[in-house]
């Protein structure tokens, strides 16, 4: 009760954690194989990373124009257990940032391998470390399956509009 007291404080204080503005904060970011000059923030840190794709194990997601109403209902049900107490499905931060637009901010694969692969791409990928500068907070691996994976995303899709 009482951590969950402070994050909310802590986030008052902090600028929203839904836009895609990749601050240039310097980070501490562990940095294993760190680049030639570590001033400059992502990009250029490790060439042969996707920053488009992330890294995980998602390749290539096929995804429909229209939705997929089976998967998006299952999505909602994993959302409510795994996600909803840490992401609202608006633009407004709460422990992560809101999901409204985040099918605008990243690709499916990007969001599937972070939703898997979470410690590695927070470790590795640009965005997901611009957001942790604003979030403060690691966020944990949910444990999804495949499927899961899948059905959330469809359902962050129907939040942003998708019929
Ligand atoms: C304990 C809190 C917490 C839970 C639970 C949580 N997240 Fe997160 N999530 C975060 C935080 C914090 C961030 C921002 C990056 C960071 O600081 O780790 C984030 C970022 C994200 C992002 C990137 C969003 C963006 O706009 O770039 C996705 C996608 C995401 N989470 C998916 C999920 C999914 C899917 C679940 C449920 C299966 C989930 N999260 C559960 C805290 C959480």
Redesign the pocket.
Known sequence: MKKWAIILIIGAFVASC?GDKSSDNQSSEPAAASGPSATEPAKSENPSYDPTRGSGKFTKVDVSPTLDKAMADNGEK??SV??S???KLTDERL???GWAG?TG??TAEW?MN??TNTAEM?DKDP??QA??EI?L????N?N?SDDEARH?YEFMRKNDGVK
């Open positions: 839904g994993v959302y795994k996600c107490g840490c992401h422990v992560g940032p985040v901010r990243n969001i972070f939703s927070l965005k997901a957001q942790l979030c907070v690691r966020m944990p949910q999804l959330v």
